[in-house]
């Protein structure tokens, strides 16, 4: 299948305000698109818009051909998975029982529990390198577990589209690289992922095209070396930076410095 | 501390609840103030069946098991059947294990239904109070449903409020009726108020045994539902379920089994209560097998606080609603102090 998610000039307004404006883009299969853009700049709305838990004013988002809103809920979360960036859940579920909940697009409201769920399960489970914790409670985990627990859930969803608002905001370093490393993985299985970062870095390190928001606005599109200038990020975030780059990777390092009060920018 | 969270397997848990139930119905059979066999009490339910004879058996003893104690046993089963499954839906629709059948004002809205009856003498050939305590509960659950919505969407914290403030309007309306009552109807009102299982009959039994497997059916047919609705609004949608939709069937859905119930028992507190939160320790918060699990155990705590509060202070007859608070309160309180070291509220 050429999954493919294709949104076009899309715009939404929440409470008369116009959150998203005229928005062109379009993802390809087994890319990691990162969406990047200051606070407000309407990273979430578009990712709820590409998932369908939000109706577009004007435009459509298209999955494969077809348009989101006009997929049934069931169908669509068949095909594409969404973590919000703060999951909370209500009781005290078992780490397997919570990615199991992830079949539930899967299986009709009687239907019993079949080899295929509970593999679909499996799977997940390991590839997240959850099975040793799959009995725990979810409230015994650290942050950095309990985001790979809602990784594992949308991947037992089997989806072709899995998209991520900020997978790594509260986690430390190594839980960060160790998420990201995992999300590349699957990537590189042919899953297609777009991601919300507040990290410029690590965007630009796990991401194939980076695509910059400014109030609501799409402003860039592109590789990360060729979007994550230090131009484009004093434009969109107004704070200067240096950008070091070698044959490999890139740096983007905030020149700020304090001044009695307030963080500005020299 | 144990790292695993233990959970009962089904093939032990559901045929112990379903034993449960069954010994709690046999001894809610045979015990009372007048001392029929259990052999005796088998040997007249077998006769009414149409299976054995009916000649060696006690006329006085039939008529106790068969118009008195069978009716109110299986009528108490149907209701704590009732309470068990629509507190685990409530807990399941707010998230929230402190949620009860009546959060929306049922049984407030269902007292000062009662109360009107009792005030105004209606009668209705016997149907008066049932219609009255059933209409009334309906109406608050609705005025909560109407007062509660948010921009055309029902906001748990709206409904929660508005259930809150109807409340206490429809048990000031109660107050207000005690007051204008007489000796006999002030004891009617307040009886009815404790909740019992003492006006149980076949012919209520009948009315309710449809709307208790009916509406049983339907929830079970929406445990895979109220999983997805644990992840919250958006964590439901994104798993292809439409929580607003979803929630406004299983409100109707627990206004009409909740009414039905408390239209024949009264305000019967704590099961609805304690038994989901209860069983959740024991099988955990799947809904596909929560959902049975409460079922089995509600009918089972109703029937054998029944029993007890009939045979306690024997011939005095204590409202059940007395016995389930006395065993439920203390349980709930240990629950909350032992179980969780984080807390799962």
């Known amino acids: 299948m050429n999954d493919n998610i294709a949104i076009e000039s899309l715009s939404f307004a929440y409470n008369g305000q116009?959150?998203?404006?005229?928005i062109d883009l379009e993802v390809k299969p087994g890319e990691l698109l990162a969406l990047i853009g200051p606070?407000?700049?309407g990273k979430t709305t578009l990712l709820r818009q590409i998932s369908g838990a939000l109706r577009p004013a004007r435009g459509a988002v298209y999955l494969d051909g077809q348009e989101v809103a006009r997929l049934k809920p069931a169908e669509l979360a068949r095909r594409l998975a969404a973590l919000e960036q703060e999951q909370s859940v209500g009781f005290d579920y078992t780490v397997r029982e919570l990615v199991s909940l992830g079949r539930i697009p899967h299986r009709g409201r009687l239907s019993r529990w079949r080899p295929e769920d509970e593999s679909a399960v499996e799977r997940a489970l390991k590839s997240t390198g959850l099975q040793e914790l799959a009995r725990r409670s979810l409230q015994q985990l650290s942050g950095g577990e309990r985001r790979r627990v809602f990784l594992a859930m949308a991947l037992a969803q089997e989806p072709q589209v899995l998209l991520l608002d900020e997978p790594t905001a509260h986690l430390d370093l190594k839980y960060q690289l160790e998420l990201l490393g995992l999300v590349r993985g699957l990537v590189a299985r042919g899953l297609t992922v777009i991601a919300a970062f507040h990290d410029l870095n690590l965007a630009a390190r796990y991401s194939d095209r980076v695509a910059a928001l400014s109030r609501g606005r799409l402003v860039a599109l592109g590789s990360p070396r060729d979007v994550l200038t230090a131009d484009l990020i004093e434009s969109v975030w107004e704070v200067q930076v240096q950008v070091l780059e070698d044959q490999e990777s890139f740096w983007i390092i905030p020149r700020a410095r304090y001044s009695g009060r307030l963080l500005v920018s020299s | 501390m144990t790292p695993h969270l233990?959970?009962?397997?089904?093939?032990?848990?559901?045929?112990?609840?379903?034993?449960?139930?069954?010994?709690?119905?046999?001894?809610?059979?045979?015990v009372g103030p007048v001392a029929i066999s259990p052999g005796e009490s088998l040997r007249i339910i077998l006769a009414q069946l149409g299976l054995g004879g009916v000649g060696a058996l006690d006329a006085a003893h039939r008529l106790i098991i068969t118009q008195i104690r069978l009716p109110r046993a299986l009528t108490g089963a149907l209701i704590g059947l009732i309470l068990g499954l629509s507190g685990t839906v409530m807990q399941g629709i707010f998230r929230n294990p402190l949620a009860s059948p009546y959060l929306l004002g049922i049984a407030s809205g269902a007292s000062a239904g009662a109360a009107l009856v009792i005030v105004l003498h209606w009668q209705l050939g016997g149907m008066g109070l049932p219609l009255g305590a059933f209409l009334g509960s309906t109406l608050a659950v609705i005025s909560v449903y109407r007062l509660g919505m948010r921009a055309g969407r029902t906001s748990p914290y709206g409904l929660i409020l508005a259930g809150i403030a109807l409340g206490a309007l429809f048990s000031a309306l109660t107050s207000f009726l005690i007051t204008l009552s007489s000796g006999t109807q002030l004891r009617e009102i307040v009886f009815w108020l404790m909740g019992g299982l003492?006006?149980?009959?076949?012919?209520?039994?009948?009315?309710?045994?449809?709307?208790a497997l009916g509406g049983a059916a339907l929830v079970f047919a929406l445990s895979r539902d109220l999983n997805a609705l644990a992840l919250g609004e958006t964590g439901a949608r994104h798993l292809g379920i439409e929580p607003e939709q979803l929630r406004r069937f299983l409100l109707a859905l627990v206004t009409l089994l909740t009414g039905a119930a408390v239209a024949i028992s009264g305000t019967i507190g704590f099961v609805g209560?304690?038994?989901?939160?209860?069983?959740?320790?024991?099988?955990?918060?799947?809904?596909?097998?929560l959902l049975p699990a409460?079922?089995?155990a509600g009918a089972a705590f109703l029937?054998?606080?029944?029993t007890l509060a009939r045979t306690l202070l024997s011939p005095v007859e204590l409202p059940v609603g007395i016995i389930t608070a006395f065993v439920g309160a203390p349980f709930f309180l240990y629950l909350l102090v032992s179980s969780r070291p984080e807390g799962s509220i």
């Not at chain 1, 116009?18 to 005229?22: A, Q, T």
């Not at chain 2, 003492?198 to 709307?211: A, I, K, M």
């Open chain 1, 18 to 22: 116009r959150v998203l404006r005229d």
């Open chain 1, 39 to 41: 606070n407000g700049s």
């Open chain 2, 6 to 30: 233990r959970r009962a397997r089904p093939m032990v848990i559901f045929p112990t609840l379903a034993v449960g139930l069954l010994a709690s119905l046999a001894v809610g059979v045979a």
């Open chain 2, 198 to 211: 003492g006006r149980s009959n076949w012919h209520y039994l009948r009315l309710l045994t449809p709307v």
């Open chain 2, 273 to 289: 209560l304690i038994t989901p939160h209860a069983l959740r320790l024991i099988v955990g918060p799947d809904h596909r097998l």
């Open chain 2, 294 to 296: 409460t079922a089995l």
């Open chain 2, 303 to 306: 029937v054998l606080s029944d």
